[in-house]
T-cell receptor, first 110, second 113 residues
């Protein structure tokens, strides 16, 4: 079993929809949780960074962490075609070793 | 805005040849990472540096891969000889901020023919 599991998609939604992206993990030592957006043939871009459990909001993006369920989510409100990309979750226990999910491909249709 | 620089952006080589990739992290970032990302997968750590010292190279195929960061600033990743299975995106990252956020460069896409 992988330490981090992420549905690879692809996920297709109409413009304006609310998108929910999820990851599960098995290592209870993970404390820091990240979401990256990666456009085709580009490096990952840090979107959200969350410490421990709870919610964090930044514009149209909301990150949620539920450590009791070992489950993290990224919500995108009012999705736009420019949000079409691969979304990677990543996490670390604080040892500077980061574990990534496989990424979910998202396509927002105009 | 400071960025992680990588070159070249694209590299096509024949198997058995040697290739080298360069990374310059954001100024002042002591921790530097090299990752390999195969299409459709997440980045996988190859090597982690703290200043000029290797912290973790447990996943680096040392028979053909080598990495160095001689002055604790920029870094080079080398593959010799390249194999078909090495075709991937090679990403460099460094960390900063109060919570050690990791920032990536644009990557080098390697194609081995």
């Amino acid at each position: 079993q992988k330490e981090v599991e992420q549905d690879p998609g692809p996920l297709s939604v109409p413009e304006g929809a609310i998108v929910s992206l999820n990851c599960t993990y098995s290592n209870s030592a993970f404390q820091y949780f990240m979401w990256y957006r990666q456009y085709s043939r580009k490096g990952p871009e840090l979107l959200m960074y969350t410490y421990s459990s709870g919610n964090k909001e930044d514009g149209r993006f909301t990150a949620q962490v539920d450590k009791s369920s070992k489950y993290i989510s990224l919500f995108i409100r009012d999705s736009q075609p420019s949000d079409s990309a691969t979304y990677l979750c990543a996490m670390t226990s604080g040892t500077y070793k980061y574990i990534f999910g496989t990424g979910t491909r998202l396509k927002v249709l105009a | 805005e400071a960025e992680v620089a990588q070159s070249p952006r694209y590299k096509i080589t024949e198997k058995s040849q040697a290739v080298a990739f360069w990374c310059d992290p954001i100024s002042g970032h002591a921790t530097l990472y090299w990752y390999r990302q195969i299409l459709g997968q997440g980045p996988e750590l190859l090597v982690q540096f703290q200043d000029e010292s290797v912290v973790d190279d447990s996943q680096l195929p040392k028979d053909r891969f080598s990495a160095e960061r001689l002055k604790g600033v920029d870094s080079t990743l080398k593959i010799q000889p390249a194999e078909l299975g090495d075709s991937a995106m090679y990403l460099c990252a460094s960390i900063a901020g109060a919570h050690n956020e990791q920032f990536f460069g644009p990557g080098t896409r390697l194609t081995v023919l």
